[in-house]
């Protein structure tokens, strides 16, 4: 019974962040929404439409002070107890999904220990955010990053530099909106892009309404910057199992990129050298230790690749997709950076909403946004593109109203933002084409939600 809970639970909330409500899905076994999760085995997930969930408490994220008291107490060992251990070597070696063509790494690695500035970043969820550590410093990408630095940087490392882009209860739709803004803005570097990313969004993307091709699409984004990336597929798993890494792992196959695994390394260990509450700190995210192990696990890949023979040549760019590239080169429209052409006009939707998601790694998440108050005035641009995806705050206010969304006049889509979630940006798809052609779009508040609010984070298209 309590794994038929957590599972209903985790069905909830990753449908509620990639736009789905729980009311896109029948309740209970006859509408039980599936997935592959092993190789020929579907992975089966029972849904209560009637409890709306409320999926983590944002106190539990790390704060302002890098403190979060009594999170990740739970584990009773530290990391270095484990690393000798014969057993936790098979685990970091199972870890290797795919060490992945490494002609990127060699060059990063060199670059690092000639002194030359080197940027790692990570995008993600709530994991790559650092959920469930007990501080900031013990998250998982940020011991990468400080593996990394004290393996290869020089001196005291302080030519290695770290951007965390995880963002609680997102998928990669999100992730490739907002990459730009949360990651390529902040690089220090001379030459203003990020060497290394962490992509992982493995337990987030269930459902998400692009097929992967908005996941793809970033990967390839990343890929595809001049100063030649390397890119790591980090796939996290939940207390129940549940991941998305056979379907995300046919992205990581398509160009040979680095893949790491936590189901196939120290998925297996619970119950066995780690108990359940051990290694995670919730039925979502790791503890410290959870945490910890990701990272060895990512960074014993990482100079396992260093190590090897160079290969041959650079990743190919040129093959045929995993799902999809539609979202190579997506443009985003926040309310305070667009591309002017498109003639905004934001009508009743002028306000910022001041109740956005904070969390440590960025700060305040999109302050300035489309929010609307009261009105009956329309949002309207018009683009040339052949897609639109929109990313609007969920929450569980009855003072939030539907939108209706024009394209080209005619209705396509109308949007309730009083989903019963916790104020998470969840994106859904308004249109998708194969051609671009010039589109006016109207966004207005649905007859009867005149004098309520709802909440536009932001939103994206391809030319």
């Known amino acids: ?26 309740s209970n076994h006859e509408g039980a ?22 999926p983590e408490n944002p106190e539990n994220m790390p704060s302002d002070d890098i403190s979060n008291s009594g999170v990740g107490e739970k584990s009773g060992n ?34 690092a220990k000639a002194g030359e500035e080197v940027t790692i970043a990570s995008i993600g969820g709530s994991i790559t955010e650092g959920a469930g550590a007990k501080n900031y410093s013990e998250s998982y990408a940020y011991r990468t990053y400080e593996y990394f630095k004290n393996e290869y940087g020089v001196k005291d490392g302080s030519n290695i530099h770290f951007i965390n882009a995880g963002v609680g209860g997102t998928p990669s739709t999100f992730g490739i909106m907002r990459y730009q803004r949360d990651i390529v803005s902040r690089v220090a570097d001379p030459d203003g892009l990020p060497d290394i990313v962490m992509v992982e969004f493995a337990v987030n993307d269930y459902g998400e309404p692009t097929n992967h091709q908005a996941y793809e699409s970033l990967v390839k984004n990343i890929l595809l910057q001049p100063n030649a990336p390397v890119v790591i597929l980090v796939f996290s798993v939940f207390p129940t199992g549940f991941t998305m890494q056979d379907e995300l792992k046919k992205v990581g196959q398509t160009y040979d990129l680095m893949m790491v695994s936590t ?23 790791p503890t410290s230790l959870g945490h910890g192990v990701m990272a060895d696990a990512i960074f014993h ?16 760019l040129e093959v045929p997709p995993a799902y999809g590239t539609q979202y190579v080169g ?33 700060g305040k998440l999109y302050e300035h946004n489309f929010h609307h ?35 080209d006049g005619e209705k396509t889509k109308t949007i309730n933002g009083n989903t019963g979630s916790w104020g998470q940006s969840v994106v859904d798809l308004i249109f998708s084409e194969d051609v671009a052609e010039q589109h006016t779009i109207e966004i207005k508040m649905a007859e009867g939600s005149e004098d309520k609010k709802f909440t536009i984070t932001c939103m994206g298209y391809t030319e």
């Open 1 to 26: 019974m309590k794994r038929m809970f957590m599972l209903t639970m985790i069905a909830a909330l990753i449908l509620t962040a990639c736009g789905r409500t729980s009311s896109d899905v029948k």
């Open 33 to 54: 929404a599936s997935t592959a999760n092993k190789e020929g085995e579907s992975n089966k997930v029972d849904i209560d439409a009637s409890k709306p969930f409320v």
């Open 78 to 111: 530290k990391l270095e107890d484990y690393a000798k251990e014969e057993w936790y070597q098979t685990l970091l070696a199972n870890a290797q999904m795919n060490v992945g063509n490494n002609y990127r790494l060699k060059a990063i690695v060199d670059k």
């Open 263 to 285: 189901k196939d390394s120290a998925f297996p260990h619970i119950g066995k050298e780690w108990t359940e509450d051990q290694f995670f700190y919730d039925i979502y995210h």
């Open 301 to 316: 890949t990482i100079k396992a690749a260093a190590e090897k023979e160079t290969s041959a040549s650079d990743i190919d």
């Open 330 to 362: 997506l443009k985003s429209i926040f309310k305070d950076s667009y591309d002017k052409s498109i003639q905004l006009s934001l009508g009743s939707f002028s306000e910022d909403d001041p109740n956005v998601y904070r969390n440590f790694p960025i």
């Open 373 to 407: 108050v009261s009105g009956t005035k329309s949002l309207k641009f018009t683009i040339d593109s052949k897609n639109l995806l929109l990313a609007y705050r969920a929450v569980n206010d009855a003072d939030f109203g539907e939108i209706d969304i024009y394209v």
